[in-house]
């Protein structure tokens, strides 16, 4: 499913152009294979929060990539399947008739797809709270993960969570628009919106 426009990204793309560290992640690597999930659960946070495409799956595939699979049993392991929440803006948005696509990715991953039909990556903050049944005083133990700094990174600066960016697995078979913006946003991480470092331990 190709995701069709998106407005909020749009205007994240303004919000960036004037304040480059809305769009600054805590911490760059290169897949989710460099991330602790055990040591992450034990500094308290709580949730985490993935995109989809190109973060632990090839665009627009409902299974898992290869190289991740390790690392995504340990997030589970960790985190527990309840805790862990795939967020996309094509399955489960507005896009997603009938959520058909959502439950095809649930079936692929075992773990839930945020249903946010009212709004797009970057502003379903309040979905995600709700999923989790969490305010937002409790929103500083998740964990966003993503490819992309407009969509996945704001989305989590907005949260008030941890944000760790990753790279693409391939651009091939990718929307075109997706890649021009991602380019874009990478040479802002190399320029302008450096990796903050990760914040202190949530209390």
């Known amino acids: 499913m190709v995701q069709w426009l998106n407005i909020p990204g749009i205007r994240a793309a303004w919000r960036a152009a004037r304040d480059a560290s809305v769009i600054a ?3 760059a690597v290169t897949d989710i294979r460099q991330c602790n999930f055990a040591d992450l659960r034990a500094r308290g946070y709580r949730y985490v929060i993935f995109d989809k495409d190109n973060c632990i799956a090839l665009p627009y595939s409902n299974t898992l990539h290869s190289l991740v699979k390790d690392a995504w049993a340990e997030c589970l392991g960790a985190f527990g399947k309840e805790n862990v929440v795939i967020v996309s803006n094509s399955a489960g948005s507005c896009d997603d008739k009938g959520f058909a696509e959502a439950q095809s990715i649930e079936q692929g991953f075992g773990v ?3 249903r946010h039909p009212s709004s797009k990556k970057p502003e379903c903050i309040s979905d995600i709270l709700h999923h989790f049944s969490i305010t937002q005083d409790d ?3 998740c964990v966003v993960i993503g490819d992309r700094l407009l969509t996945d990174v704001y ?3 907005r949260l008030g969570g941890l944000t760790i960016h990753t790279q693409p697995f ?3 078979g990718d929307a075109t628009t997706a890649i021009v913006v991602r380019r874009f946003e990478n040479w802002l991480l190399r320029t302008v919106a450096k990796p903050l470092g990760f914040p202190p331990d949530p209390q």
Do not use: Y
Request: with cysteine.
């Open 112 to 114: 839930p797809v945020l």
């Open 139 to 141: 929103a500083h133990r």
């Open 155 to 157: 989305m989590g600066k």
């Open 25 to 27: 992640p805590h911490c």
């Open 170 to 172: 391939t651009e091939q």
